[in-house]
C-alpha cells in the first residue's frame, strides 16, 4: 500500500466530503474546519466515505457491495482466466489510456489495475468505496499485473462526493463505474468540480441501448452482433465460474449523460467497443469551479 504520508503531503487537497472543507490531520483522525465532522484515515488510507454508507452494515447498499466484492473474489479464484478477462476490457482503450498525464483520479478505481495500462509517471489516485481492495488476496494477480504490487494512494469515497478541491485532477477515469453510482448526475458535476478546465474525463458505460444512428449504421449491426456473442459467451463463462451480476447495476441512456454533462463538458471522443459505449469528455475551459 502506499505510505499516507504521501497523502498527507496534500493533505491540503483532500476536503471534507461533505462540506468540502478544510481537512486537519492528526494520526488516525481527519477532522473538518467546516462541519466539524470526523473521518478515519490509517497507514494506508484515507476514508472518507459519508457515515450514511460506512455505519451501514446492514444496508442494502452494504450487501451490494459485499455481493460485488464476492463477484470478482470468484472471479480472481483462476488468476489465468482473470487476467485474460481484464485484458478483454482493457487491451481496447490502451492508445487512450497512454495518453493521460499528471494527476488522474479513477473512480471506482479497485486496487487500481488500470495503472497497467497507464503511461509512466502518472500519478494515480483510486477512488473506491471498499477497502476490501486492499486486501493481499489480490495479490495473485501479481505475476500478470506487476503494478498491483506496487504503493497505491487509495481513497475510501464515492464518486457522488469525492473528497479532493476544486481543479485538482488532470482526469479522471469511470471505467464501469458509473453504472454503479447511485446519483451519476451527481458524480459528473463533482468530475467537473475536481477536474483542472480542459481537463479529461473518460466514460466507459455497459448496458447502454444505442440510438437510432447507430443502429441504422451497417458496420455498426455486423459488430453488435459479434458483441451479443462474446456477451453471452462471457455470461456463460460466468455462470460456470458462479460469477453472480452485480445488484447496484443502474441502466444509463447516452441522452442521459447529454443531458448531465450540458453546459460542463464537451465530448472529444465517441465510439463502441465491443457492448460498451466510449466518451471522451472535456471540460469547458469557461467552468470557473
Keep these: 500500500m502506499l505510505p499516507l504520508a504521501k497523502m498527507r503531503e496534500r493533505i491540503g487537497w483532500l476536503v471534507c466530503p461533505l462540506c468540502k472543507g478544510q481537512l486537519l490531520s492528526s494520526s488516525t483522525l481527519l477532522a473538518c474546519v467546516g462541519c466539524k465532522r470526523e473521518w478515519q484515515q490509517t497507514a494506508n488510507f484515507a ?25 470478482y473474489r ?24 497512454t495518453t493521460y498525464s499528471g494527476r488522474v483520479l479513477d473512480i471506482g478505481g479497485a486496487n487500481g489495475l488500470v495503472r497497467h495500462f497507464l503511461a509512466p509517471g502518472v500519478d494515480y489516485v483510486s477512488l473506491d468505496p471498499s477497502v476490501e481492495w486492499l486486501n493481499e488476496s489480490w495479490d495473485v494477480l501479481g505475476d500478470y499485473f506487476p503494478c498491483l504490487r506496487q504503493p497505491i494512494q487509495f481513497v475510501c469515497g464515492v464518486a457522488e462526493q469525492i473528497p479532493f478541491t476544486h481543479r485538482f485532477f488532470d482526469a479522471v477515469l469511470a471505467l464501469w463505474s458509473l453504472n454503479h453510482c447511485a446519483d451519476p448526475q451527481r458524480a459528473l ?96 475551459t469557461s467552468r470557473g469551479l
Design 47 to 71: 476514508n472518507l466515505l459519508p457515515d450514511s454508507l460506512w455505519n451501514a452494515s446492514c444496508s442494502a447498499w452494504a450487501q451490494r457491495q459485499d455481493a460485488m466484492i464476492a463477484s
Design 74 to 97: 470468484d472471479l480472481v479464484a483462476d488468476p489465468p482466466h482473470a487476467a485474460r478477462a481484464y485484458h478483454y476490457d482493457f487491451d481496447s482503450y490502451v492508445a487512450h489510456l
Design 189 to 284: 458535476c463533482e468530475v467537473a468540480r475536481v477536474l483542472r478546465p480542459g481537463g479529461r474525463c473518460l466514460l466507459v458505460l455497459e448496458d447502454v441501448e444505442p440510438p437510432w444512428r447507430d443502429i441504422l449504421n451497417l458496420s455498426y449491426r455486423d459488430h453488435r452482433l459479434w458483441s451479443r456473442k462474446r456477451l453471452a459467451l462471457e455470461k456463460s463463462k460466468a455462470l460456470l465460474l458462479g460469477w453472480p451480476l452485480q445488484p447496484d447495476h443502474l441502466r444509463i441512456s447516452e441522452s442521459h449523460v447529454e443531458q448531465w454533462t450540458a453546459g460542463m463538458f464537451s465530448e472529444s471522443y465517441r465510439a463502441w467497443h465491443g457492448s460498451y459505449l466510449t466518451i471522451e469528455l472535456i471540460l469547458e
